[in-house]
């Protein structure tokens, strides 16, 4: 019996960035179900006692960018560990990743969540600026403005919201998180762990 995957990210993360398509590889070997949550970043963190990397102490910046840096050789990833925009305004990224859920499913929200997040990690984009947000949109084969449209509508805020209040219900503080049978795994660390789940 496949299994269902509560995912919930911000597609500003390096981690989710990190853990995108090995959270997708496993979701093909296994045929889970994913259920993609954007959150707002800045909401979670109020709630949850989370604090901006700019405003964390200079031991623990260091060591997230060492952290980034042995990812990045582990994973053999492209990401760019200090790109020239972050952090950037998050928001309309955010609402056009809840947006493609909504209108285009599952599987094009994912393939444009990592758009965007390649935007940032790996193509140096300031993925903050609405025309660097479309550019991402029309790669994927979908309408810049009609996204960005619908991006803009009182409900995608709202489920933007709902999004964030469920992770804060349900226990979460950072991304990506992953959630299977109520179990919660933060991190794209904890990717062995979900697979171990989903084998189960």
Not at 50 to 63: D, I
Request: charged share 20%; aromatic share 8%; proline share 6%.
């Amino acid at each position: 019996m496949s299994k269902t995957i509560d995912y919930f990210l911000t597609p500003m993360s390096p981690w989710t960035y990190l853990g995108h398509e090995p959270l997708q590889s496993l979701v093909d070997r296994f045929g889970a179900t994913v259920n993609v949550l954007p959150i707002d970043p800045g909401k979670l963190f109020a709630a949850t006692g989370g604090v901006p990397v700019a405003q964390r102490p200079v031991q623990r910046q260091k060591y997230r960018l060492s952290e980034l840096k042995r990812w990045k050789t582990y994973l053999g990833s492209p990401i760019i560990i200090e790109p020239a925009h972050f952090p950037y305004d998050s928001e309309l990224a955010s609402l056009v990743s809840v947006a493609a859920v909504r209108s285009h499913g599952t599987n094009k929200g994912m393939e444009l969540i990592l758009s965007l997040m390649k935007g940032c990690w790996v193509e140096n984009r300031n993925m903050g600026a609405r025309d660097e947000v479309k550019k991402s949109i029309e790669s994927c084969g979908l309408s810049g403005e009609d996204l960005i449209a619908a991006a803009a509508s009182d409900q995608t805020s709202k489920n933007l919201d709902k999004n964030t209040q469920h992770a804060i219900d349900v226990g979460v503080f950072g991304a990506p998180t992953y959630i299977i049978d109520g179990e919660l795994y933060w991190g794209q660390d904890r990717l062995n762990f979900v697979e171990r789940s989903l084998m189960s």
